[in-house]
Nanobody
Framework: VHLVESGGGLVQAGGSLRLSCAASGFTFDDYAIGWFRQAPGKEREGVSCISRTDGTAYYADSMKGRITISISSDNAKNTVYLQINSLKPEDTAVYYC????????????????WGQGTQVTVSS
């Protein structure tokens, strides 16, 4: 199992980013995909999750209304996207995708596989 995040960068407040999580070694029928973020000095927190198994999607209350999670319609890409709009300076963090469980959970400890993360920095 291998996960690679991309799409992070430096953006001004109010801007948007689309993060990608490219997966290999499994399909989204096997595992849910969770997105987490970790800011300096803070614990890793759940942002969003999607499970094809039970058709559910989860969004953190702190970001609800500003984020959308989706699975690529091209199965060959095996990629999950996280669209983040109206970015705020407090969204600055390293964003990670994770896999390893069948249905969604907001607890990082539930996931077995992690990507290396992609840095999102939002300037005011």
């Amino acid at each position: 199992v291998h996960l690679v995040e991309s799409g992070g960068g430096l953006v001004q407040a109010g801007g948007s980013l689309r993060l990608s999580c490219a997966a290999s070694g499994f399909t989204f029928d096997d595992y849910a995909i969770g997105w987490f973020r970790q800011a300096p000095g803070k614990e890793r927190e759940g942002v969003s999750c999607i499970s094809r198994t039970d058709g559910t999607a989860y969004y953190a209350d702190s970001m609800k209304g500003r984020i959308t999670i989706s699975i690529s319609s091209d199965n060959a890409k095996n990629t999950v996207y996280l669209q983040i709009n109206s970015l705020k300076p407090e969204d600055t963090a390293v964003y990670y995708c994770a896999a390893g469980i069948l249905t969604c959970s907001s607890y990082p400890s539930k996931y077995n596989y992690w990507g290396q993360g992609t840095q999102v920095t939002v300037s005011s």
